[in-house]
């Protein structure tokens, strides 16, 4: 009965059980509830890779890559940390390892930029903070122009930024789950901000060159 | 009244309209009388769209694969792709190996023409090519008559 007033209510929702409890569940002989995980899980992972890569179809396949490889490893999963902290350092992992084999080149940055970028950039050095806020949402380039900011860093630099930023994770935090010490994080954190900093005035210079 | 530390601390706040009314209208108040915090607010929405952003910018193409089921038979196509890339420095050998052998395989068409041999060229004016020559080296040739006498008989 609660079982199907939890279904009604939540629509993809099968049950309330905790993670833990499915993950112990696949592993005593029923793999099916894994599909619940799936559905608990997808979404926030896709948004995790999304900060790393602009492209969908990577997303999807890291995504999916990342359940399968969730899936395989379950055995070695210890219930004294929750899980979502389990597989989103398996997303992480699996980011950086993309991230590292696919790093663009930084001279890519300006060279294709069109009239949307060039209208962005406009608007972020004229507008008003809320106009910004607002016209974000509107404009893909935005977000592909975030993206090829970030492309400038180091892939260390990119995972602290990422975790630091994005998912609001301690440096102690993303010392655990990268394997790193605390003062490499810091050293990465300090990095990244003075680089981007540096390229994001560049590409405010380059906005204002486009105007005259 | 807001100073520029708590501003900055505000930013993703204020990108991801969690900010209160109140907060809001404190930072944007700041902002316009700070120049450097707006400096500063300008340069972070250059990658909030990313790092601070809760709007799924793919929205309509993800609306498409919706439908799309999670399964572990399911092989990534970032294997594929990856696949791919490794197969990039043995084609490109392909390739390469390719052009030589077209390359040596000219150079020799080449040569067979040019060079002195065989060829139809050489066959045509030899010292030694005439009209007799043929009946001369060709032993299946009829014999001619030589000599008057041998016309007589």
Same mark, same amino acid.
């Given at each position: ?212 | ?46 990658? *909030? @769209?990313?790092?601070?952003? %809760?709007?799924?910018?793919? +929205?309509?193409? =993800?609306?498409? !694969? /919706? ?47 040019? *060079? @002195?041999?065989?060829?139809? %060229?050489?066959?045509?004016? +030899?010292?030694? =090519?005439?009209? !007799? /020559? ?20």
């Amino acid at each position: 009965m609660l079982g199907l007033a939890a279904r009604s209510r939540a629509g993809w929702r099968l049950t309330d059980k905790p993670d833990e409890e499915l993950v112990a569940e696949i592993l005593g002989g029923r793999p099916d509830s894994f599909t619940e995980i799936v559905a608990r899980h997808r979404s926030r992972i896709e948004r995790l890779c999304r900060r790393f890569f602009s492209d969908d179809e990577i997303v999807r396949d890291i995504g999916q890559e990342s359940f399968i490889r969730a899936y395989s490893a379950l055995a070695s999963y210890r219930a004294e940390m929750p899980f979502g902290g389990w597989l989103r350092a398996i997303v992480v992992n699996l980011c950086y390892d993309e991230l590292r084999r696919r790093r663009r080149r930084p001279e890519e940055l300006v060279a294709d930029f069109g009239a949307p970028e060039v209208q962005w950039m406009q608007l972020v050095n004229h507008a008003s903070p809320e106009e910004i806020v607002g016209e974000a949402e509107q404009r893909r380039e935005s977000y592909d122009l975030a993206h090829r900011l970030l492309d400038f860093l180091k892939p260390e630099d990119r995972m602290v930024m990422v975790l630091k930023e994005s998912e609001d994770m301690s440096v102690s935090e993303i010392a655990a789950t990268l394997g790193w010490t605390e003062a490499k994080v810091k050293i990465r954190a300090f990095r990244a901000r003075q680089l981007l900093r540096k390229h994001a005035e560049r590409l405010m210079a380059v906005g204002r060159s486009r105007e005259q | 009244m807001m100073n520029c530390f708590e501003a900055r601390q505000e930013f993703p706040a204020l990108w991801r309209k969690t900010a209160s009314v109140e907060r809001r209208a404190e930072l944007t108040a700041h902002l316009a009388t700070c120049a450097k915090c707006d400096h500063a607010f300008r340069i972070f929405a250059l990658t *909030a @769209p990313v790092l601070h952003s %809760t709007n799924d910018y793919s +929205a309509d193409r =993800a609306v498409a !694969n /919706s439908g799309r089921e999670f399964s572990t038979a399911d092989r990534p196509r970032r294997f594929a792709s990856a696949a791919r890339a490794e197969r990039t420095v043995p084609r490109w050998l392909a390739m390469s190996a390719a052009a030589v052998i077209f390359v040596l395989a000219s150079s020799a068409a080449y040569i067979s023409i040019s *060079a @002195p041999g065989d060829s139809l %060229t050489d066959a045509l004016f +030899a010292p030694d =090519a005439g009209v !007799n /020559s043929e009946s001369a080296a060709d032993v299946f040739a009829p014999e001619l008559p030589a000599t008057e006498n041998d016309l007589a008989s």
